[in-house]
């Protein structure tokens, strides 16, 4: 009978913090629920102290999907109580980061986007020289940016590579082309300064009008081939 009263107390705890964090929508989602089930075996301890973080998060305006999606990769991987904890808390820091670097009015998107680069190793003020080279959304540039670092550009030269492109108005698919384009570089053996000044020299020599349709003439990957400028999405660092 006991156990029965712990495990249903535990139950309540999950669906009261459930409501609060998708508030004010009127009805549980299936990540909620994937929420749930995905702490269910942690000690109650460690709950509490996950429902505390994700209820603050939501309660300063930042989004949570990351902080719960960032639970659900721990225990996927099997990490102990303490370590989700710890991963969640500092996500909850990168991502209070990235909205002050930002700006109040940025969209979920963007703050995500921010708090992997700066998981990549950008510099808050690196993410403000971003917001206010264009009056578009940051969410490529920013998540370009991001697989730079990741790819071993230095952030110096990263920056200057994306700023190039947001003054040329460059399409989002342009920022994921380039950022595509040095990973594979970098895959192939090339360093990774030695693709950022390849690619930053196409970059200035191409026109404009290049730049605002995604096109990214005379630009070749290392092997010789010729590369039309698509790609998926800037890959987030876990």
């Known amino acids: 009978m006991t156990r029965l009263a712990g495990s249903g107390s535990r139950v309540m705890f999950l669906v ?8 004010p929508r009127a009805t549980l989602g299936a990540q909620d629920f994937a929420y749930a089930a995905s702490v269910a075996d942690l000690d109650s301890a460690t709950q509490s102290l996950l429902g505390k973080e994700i209820a603050l998060a939501h309660a300063r305006g930042l989004p949570v999907d990351p902080l719960i999606a960032k639970v659900r990769e721990g225990r ?4 102990p ?3 989700i904890r710890a991963a969640v808390e ?5 991502l209070s980061v990235a909205r002050e670097a930002l700006g ?19 510099q808050a003020a690196s993410l403000r020289a971003v917001r206010a080279a264009t009056g578009q ?28 492109l ?12 380039l950022a595509n384009q040095v990973e594979a ?14 690619r930053l020299r196409a970059l200035e020599n191409q026109s404009g009008d290049a730049a605002a349709t995604g096109a990214l003439p005379g630009v070749v990957n290392v092997t010789g081939a010729a590369n039309n400028g698509t790609g998926s999405a800037p890959r987030r660092k876990p």
């Open 16 to 23: 009261m913090l459930a409501v609060v964090v998708t508030a």
């Open 76 to 79: 996927l991987k099997r990490a």
């Open 81 to 83: 109580g303490a370590r």
């Open 90 to 94: 500092r996500l909850g820091e990168r």
């Open 104 to 122: 109040a009015m940025s969209t979920a998107e963007e703050i995500t986007a921010g708090a992997d680069a700066i998981s990549a190793g950008a």
């Open 137 to 164: 959304p940051v969410t490529a540039a920013i998540g370009a940016l991001a697989q730079l670092l990741a790819s071993g550009v230095t952030e110096q030269k990263a920056m200057e590579m994306v700023l190039t």
């Open 166 to 177: 947001l003054r040329r108005n460059a399409v989002p698919a342009m920022l994921i082309a």
């Open 185 to 198: 570089d970098v895959a192939t053996g090339l360093s990774p300064t030695a693709s950022a000044a390849f």
